[in-house]
């Protein structure tokens, strides 16, 4: 009865729809796209405007570059500045 189930459960599971790769990066894209424009617009409303600048053009350059360290240090920078500042 189990290997019966177990087949059955196997079937289930190949036979739900199947997204192909075009799909999938279409959803992953504008999901990821979203998300950037979510933080872009909180970036801007958290921080002054030259700051915010600033961290868009390094956010902009990490995903160009592939590299995020360079918004990291950009947001580190800023952490430290408002530890000195005492904020």
Do not use: C, Q, W
């Not at 079937?11 to 959803?27: A, C, I, K, Q």
């Amino acid at each position: 009865m189990k290997k019966h189930t177990r087949g059955i459960l196997e079937e289930l599971t190949h036979t739900g729809p199947r997204r192909n790769s075009d799909e999938f990066v279409n959803m992953t894209g504008n999901n990821i796209i979203e998300s950037a424009i979510n933080l872009l617009t909180k970036i801007h409303d958290t921080y002054p405007e030259d700051v915010a600048t600033d961290l868009e053009k390094r956010f902009l350059s990490s995903i160009k570059n592939a590299n995020p360290k360079k918004f990291t240090s950009g947001i580190n920078k800023v952490t430290e500045s408002r530890k000195k500042n005492g904020r």
